[in-house]
């Protein structure tokens, strides 16, 4: 049982490239979710899907932009990277948008140079 | 604004050493109240969830209970295994959207010595 899977695991950029991050989830999840992590910060909401054909921002979504791909796949893609966006991106999902609980992928850490 | 607050920011115990860990909440109206344990390099792992006041969650060493202003997590007789962070995040009854935002605590970084 694979859960929510991310890749890479790993990235260096330069600022001004432009990448995207995969997730993949084999639980038939409706609900796909993108965070990022931040010392002091906590997990902060980027984008959400609460079901397949829907997207929507959720608290800190400049400079991001997803993609939800089919039910399974969600991405998240940085157009021109800014050393402000180097983080751990985890992304999660949960078989409702509400009350449902959110299981998470192990992330990848992105550090922008 | 929802608010969550999590203490103590770090504790320390020895093996068989129970204690509590704590989050305080305020929030329009609780949906639900999640805790996940989280290692380094990992992502967040789901343990429970609590829905009302007065509910408990058992799960090995583990117990959550939920007030209507915080929640516990008790640690009974704790191993070095169950050294981690813990995360507590609330759901809020937001109505007219189709999403409940969670948001999360700083956490409580746990260690546990053999």
């Known amino acids: 049982n694979a859960g929510v899977t991310q890749t890479p695991k790993f990235q260096v950029l330069k600022t001004g490239q432009s990448m995207t991050l995969q997730c993949a989830q084999d639980?038939?999840?409706?609900?796909m979710y993108w965070y990022r992590q931040d010392p002091g910060m906590g997990l902060r909401l980027i984008y959400y899907?609460?079901?397949?054909?829907?997207?929507d921002k959720g608290e800190v979504p400049n400079g991001y932009n997803v993609s939800r791909l089919n039910k399974r796949e969600f991405s998240l893609r940085l157009e021109s990277a800014a050393p402000s966006q180097t983080s751990v991106y985890f992304c999660?999902?949960?078989?409702?948008?509400?009350?449902?609980?959110?299981?998470f992928g192990d992330g990848t850490r992105l550090s922008i140079l | 604004e929802d608010q969550v607050t999590q203490s103590p920011e770090a504790l320390r115990l020895q093996e068989g050493e129970s204690s509590s860990l704590n989050c305080s909440y305020t929030?329009?109206?609780?949906?639900?109240l999640f805790w996940y344990r989280q290692d380094p390099g990992k992502g967040p792992e789901f343990l429970f969830t609590?829905?009302?006041a007065g509910e408990e969650k058992e799960k090995e060493r583990l117990k959550a209970t939920l007030t209507k202003k915080e929640s516990f997590l008790h640690i009974t007789a704790p191993k070095p295994e169950d050294s981690a962070t813990y995360l507590c995040?609330?759901?809020?009854?937001?109505?007219?959207?189709?999403?409940?935002?969670?948001?999360f605590g700083q956490g409580t970084i746990l260690t546990v010595h053999p």
């Open positions: 999660a999902s949960s078989e409702a948008p509400i009350t449902q609980p959110q299981h």
């Open positions: 639980m038939n999840h409706n609900s």
């Open positions: 899907s609460a079901s397949e054909g829907t997207t």
């Open positions: 929030v329009s109206g609780l949906r639900g």
């Open positions: 609590l829905y009302s």
């Open positions: 995040a609330v759901q809020a009854r937001a109505g007219g959207t189709s999403y409940g935002k969670l948001t």
